[in-house]
């Protein structure tokens, strides 16, 4: 029975990288794990894995052995949400990734309605910023917002992400106001180092396509930093509008160029791919389209 229950743990290994990675991904110790991988390899009575300080890397019993232990958890999960999807009452622990300034703001005041009205769920959130793996951080749902890449995920719209251009008045007063895109390298630009389309920013305006690439003295990996910079008057941003409805609408912040329109996006619940949808995720995604109008969210109501 050990080589059972041994066998996620060798999966996690080989799918994170790392001992370390692979127990922060099971809630486990690392020295735990290591025990684990060592108890496989005596009870197979080979070695599963090529480690050193520095790197990991499976030997030829061991990639063997990984097609064949993979296959066989995927065969569990799918037999645990066939059997899951069927529940009257959904249950069990549902994980959860989210960008920290949607997590924050319009996620975390939520998930408490959610989980009065369905007590035997259990929500586990990890709010970072990052592209996280779901298969390897064992996430039911992901949070995305954006241009989605081609991946095997499956993605549920939950809400239109609309972005503007904008900067505060006593920053517009100092270093005028921009009348073209063309204008923009000229003023202080915040950047968001997670951008998606790098250092360019494109708009849709009169004559079509306008691409720039801007300038300035602020990059930070977190969208409310942004947002505390522009309402300081430090310069220049483009930011969703979840984020800065609130201080456009009490003049805190103004939009510029109003001619040229940021790329659509939109916010998506992300499920990896699996014949059937256990009922707390399906539940939980069905709570969230609910709760954001899919036409116009409140925020920008």
Same mark, same amino acid.
């Given at each position: 029975m050990e080589i059972f229950t041994s066998i996620p743990v060798f999966v996690a290994v080989v799918e994170c990288g790392s001992f370390s990675a692979a127990a922060a991904s099971l809630g486990v110790t690392k020295s735990a794990v290591s025990k684990r991988i060592n $108890? #496989?390899?005596s009870q197979l009575g080979i070695k599963l894995l090529h480690r050193t300080t520095r790197s990991l890397s499976l030997t030829e019993a061991g990639e063997h052995y990984f097609d064949y232990a993979r296959h066989a958890l995927t065969i569990a999960s799918e037999g645990e949400d066939a059997i899951t999807a069927l529940q009257q009452t959904p249950q069990g622990t549902l994980r959860i990734n989210a960008p920290m300034a949607f997590g924050r703001i319009h996620l975390a005041p939520l998930i408490p309605h959610f989980l009065l009205n369905h007590p035997q769920i259990q929500v586990d !959130?990890? !709010? &970072? &910023?990052?592209?996280?793996?779901m298969v390897a951080g064992s996430f039911d749902i992901a949070i995305r917002i954006g241009k989605l890449p081609d991946s095997s995920l499956i993605a549920k719209h939950v809400a239109p992400c609309v972005s503007v251009l904008c900067a505060s008045p006593e920053y517009l007063a100092k270093h005028g106001v921009p009348r073209h895109p063309s204008e923009l390298p000229t003023h202080n630009c915040l950047n968001y180092s997670y951008f998606q389309a790098g250092n360019e920013w494109r708009f849709i305006g009169p004559e079509g396509l306008v691409s720039v690439v801007p300038k300035g003295n602020y990059i930070v990996n977190n969208s409310e930093a942004l947002y505390e910079g522009l309402l300081a008057g430090l310069g220049i941003c483009q930011m969703p509008t979840f984020i800065v409805s609130q201080a456009l609408k009490e003049g805190k912040l103004l939009v510029l160029l109003p001619d040229y329109k940021l790329p659509k996006h939109a916010v998506y619940a992300m499920l990896t791919e699996r014949k059937h949808v256990p009922a707390k995720t399906r539940l939980f995604i069905e709570? #969230? $389209? +609910? +709760?954001f109008d899919q036409e116009m969210p409140h925020w920008d109501k």
């Open positions: $108890q #496989l390899e !959130m990890e !709010m &970072d &910023d990052k592209v996280i793996d709570f #969230l $389209q +609910q +709760q």
